[in-house]
């Protein structure tokens, strides 16, 4: 398994608080550090407020070295699809190619109406996800000198010279997720190099791999040119007693977090749960940090946890 940092900073956190977590997950040998996308908290006063998470990512690819960088997952909502290509190529030529670019349609109504951004019906949020994933790639695999066109129901691009280009090529992995049981399939099979379901009971996350799985085969590509991973939030201790600390601390019941997600307990417990999703194909592991304060609670998942997964 492969473990990568995930926070969700628009929950509270800065820029500095950001690039300390990016770089001591690098220096603990975590493969990637990812944030949101969202601009407003779920709970709490969010102070100091929401940070962009392009341009944030951007600062931090000159602050780290190694780390693969990149959105779980950015909001198709928010952006027009020729200008977030030309963000997402700069910010992997700004890394030297260590983007990973989460798309998906949005879900959280209330950001977009503090935020003045249109929140269309799910069916057309999924449609605008459609065409700028159409867009996107193909803007970054158009060849140099040559134009690209597209013409749809949302976006019309006419004579773009498709610039910049990414450096990773054809373009930086692009990874979905989500529960759709159609369209989200069938787009994962389409575009993407990973596929992500976040949160997820076990069973229902089983269910969702087989889906793609099955998208996947039916366009012809190889089984195992997919990744699969889920996001689950992190709650351990050396002992149970650190545990419950640490659940207090993000103002989580440990009981519940003991029922939805493999990453809580102690080291050996977390391992034991981590058995499970492995055995139903889960290759990367998404960790939600939400104290970010909590540095410590890396290092643990990093010494005590990894080196037997890994």
Known sequence: ME???FIEPQQGAGYADQVAVA??????????????????????????????????????????????????VTSATFRYPG??????????????????????????????????????PLRERFDRLSEQ?????????????????YAGEYYTITGSPALPKPTQRPHPPIVIG??????????????????NIPFAPIGVAEKQYQRVADAVAAVGRPADSMVYSSAFVLCAGRNDSQVARRAAAIGRDL??????????????EIVDNLGAWRQIGVQRVYTQ??????????????????PQLL
């Open 3 to 5: 473990f990568r940092a």
């Open 23 to 72: 770089q001591t997950a690098e220096q603990l040998g975590f493969a990637a550090f990812f944030r949101s996308d969202h601009y407003l908290a779920m709970s709490g006063d969010g102070l100091p407020g929401p940070t962009d998470s392009w341009v944030t990512l951007g600062a931090i690819a000159r602050e780290t070295s190694s780390i693969r960088l990149g959105t779980l």
């Open 83 to 120: 200008p977030l290509a030309v963000a997402v190529a700069q910010v992997d030529d700004m890394s030297s190619g260590r983007v990973e670019f989460g798309l998906g349609s949005g879900w959280f109504a209330e950001e977009h109406q503090a935020y003045g951004i249109p929140f269309p």
């Open 133 to 149: 994933l159409a867009i996107l790639t193909g803007l970054w695999t158009t060849e140099p000198g040559q134009t690209f066109d």
């Open 178 to 195: 989500g529960h759709g049981a159609k369209r989200t399939p069938l787009l994962a099979a389409q575009y993407a190099a990973e596929f």
């Open 255 to 268: 009981n519940e977090l003991r029922s939805s997600s493999p990453l809580v307990g102690t080291p050996a």
């Open 289 to 306: 940090l939400l104290d970010l304060s909590d540095l410590a609670h890396l290092e643990l998942l990093a010494s005590k946890v990894m």
